[in-house]
């Protein structure tokens, strides 16, 4: 079907979001004709926004549009205990939970060198310079309980252990292969409260 060229470039631009096919494009590219101009304006506003406002904290790697950002700088969290997950959405999933009030580093990844992603590759080299720098008695870590989290979770253990760091894996109530930020609040809080020390 030949669409006029603004409507194939508006589709285009939906089909680059996960998730979306042509045939969900389409149904987007014609609901945004429907939409008010104010509205169509505020949507790619508010795009342009978040992409221009946002970036990652230079201490902990989260998304903020403050640098440190909001938890790095709470005076009040306990910063003898940084969090490590993959994500900076498993962040915001464990702070619906509410039940974790230490600090966070967010790898940005996982370890898979079937995929050619090393350490170093992800946020490890900032997380050893933080356990340098900042006095912290515990590192849980929430890496997703798959093949890749499991192994930059050992990865990370091992390379900690000697420096007397006590590193802790959340347990597994969680679903193999899911991902953090899709456990429900209590599966996550049951996870975090039954971990066990590596
Ligand atoms: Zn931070």
Request: hydrophobic share 40%; with cysteine; aromatic share 6%.
């Amino acid at each position: 079907m030949h669409y006029p060229e603004p409507i194939s470039k508006l589709m285009e631009s939906f089909m680059k979001l996960p998730g979306i096919g042509p045939k969900t494009a389409a149904r987007l590219a014609f609901f945004v004709l429907g939409m008010k101009e104010d509205t169509v304006l505020d949507f790619a506003k508010a795009l342009v926004d978040a992409k221009r406002n946002l970036s990652f904290c230079s201490n902990c790697g989260h998304i903020t549009d403050v640098d440190p950002c909001m938890i790095c700088q709470d005076q009040s969290r306990d910063r003898t205990t940084i969090c490590v997950v993959q994500d900076p959405k498993d962040v915001i999933a464990m702070e619906k939970m509410r039940d974790y009030t230490g600090l966070y580093h967010v790898l940005q990844g996982a370890i898979s060198p079937m995929d050619g992603i090393g350490p170093e590759d992800i946020n490890v080299p900032s997380l050893l310079k933080r356990l340098q720098d900042e006095t912290v008695s515990e590192l849980i870590l929430a890496t997703n309980p798959t093949i890749e989290g499991e192994a930059t979770a050992m990865y990370i253990s091992r390379l900690v252990k000697p420096s007397g760091i006590k590193t802790t894996r959340i347990a597994h109530g969680l679903p193999v292969g899911g991902d953090l930020e899709y456990a429900d609040e209590v599966t996550l809080s049951k996870a975090l409260e039954g971990r066990r020390e590596l």
